[in-house]
T-cell receptor, first 115, second 113 residues
Framework: AQKITQTQPGMFVQEKEAVTLDCTYD???????LFWYKQPSSGEMIFLIY??????QNATEGRYSLNFQKARKSANLVISASQLGDSAMYFC????????????FGQGTELSVKP | GAVVSQHPSRVICKSGTSVKIECRSL??????MFWYRQFPKQSLMLMAT?????????EQGVEKDKFLINHASLTLSTLTVTSAHPEDSSFYIC?????????FGSGTRLTVV
């Protein structure tokens, strides 16, 4: 069975500093995709970044980067230059490559950015 | 592109009544829709997968007769919470897989009083 684990229920970071949110996963399937979503208090799910299991390079999207360590089955999210608006819940998720298939989510990490 | 519209965003209903939540894919065809439930400060738990033109697939522990899912067209999936009780109060959110990943509805906050 597939499993996603986020071990940090809450994190604090000072504005303008970088923060790493941890995510580990477990799957026996060689083909999978890893996703990070941001969920503000409004509840909407905002897609941040994606990493495919066969991607050779770590994904980056603006201030977001994914530290993908396949052998360790980890997919940590790095947010650089934190902003007050980054305060939210962050979820790591895993799904199959290609069409179809469900996403499963980690427990989430609540990030608070301090001014 | 790849927008899913979910309605209503908030609903308060009396215990014992039924509530229908709709998710529409606006600019793509969603043959499959995923329905999640989320309690405060918790993760999204997959309830069921709806497939256009066929029966939904429910996750273990989810009551099929209580959470009725219909996916009658390529652009519309509905979740009906039947005989709602206060413990059904939660945040419900749908998702579909589009060309470039998964897209989510804006969610429905259900309160049963």
């Amino acid at each position: 069975a597939q499993k996603i684990t986020q071990t940090q229920p809450g994190m604090f970071v000072q504005e303008k500093e970088a923060v790493t949110l941890d995510c580990t996963y477990d799957t026996s399937d060689p083909s999978y995709g890893l996703f990070w979503y941001k969920q503000p208090s409004s509840g909407e799910m905002i897609f941040l970044i994606y990493q495919g299991s066969y991607d050779q390079q770590n994904a980056t999207e603006g201030r977001y980067s994914l530290n993908f360590q396949k052998a360790r089955k980890s997919a940590n999210l790095v947010i650089s230059a934190s902003q007050l608006g980054d305060s939210a819940m962050y979820f790591c998720a895993m799904g199959p490559l290609g069409q179809g298939g469900k996403l499963i989510f980690g427990q989430g990490t609540e990030l608070s950015v301090k001014p | 592109g790849a927008v899913v519209s979910q309605h209503p965003s908030r609903v308060i209903c009396k215990s014992g009544t039924s509530v229908k939540i709709e998710c529409r894919s606006l600019d793509f065809q969603a043959t499959t829709m995923f329905w999640y439930r989320q309690f405060p400060k918790q993760s999204l738990m997959l309830m069921a997968t709806s497939n256009e033109g066929s029966k939904a697939t429910y996750e273990q522990g989810v009551e099929k007769d209580k959470f009725l899912i219909n996916h009658a067209s390529l652009t519309l999936s509905t979740l009906t919470v039947t005989s709602a009780h206060p413990e059904d109060s939660s945040f419900y959110i749908c998702s579909a897989k589009a060309n470039y990943g998964y897209t989510f509805g804006s969610g429905t906050r259900l309160t049963v009083v």
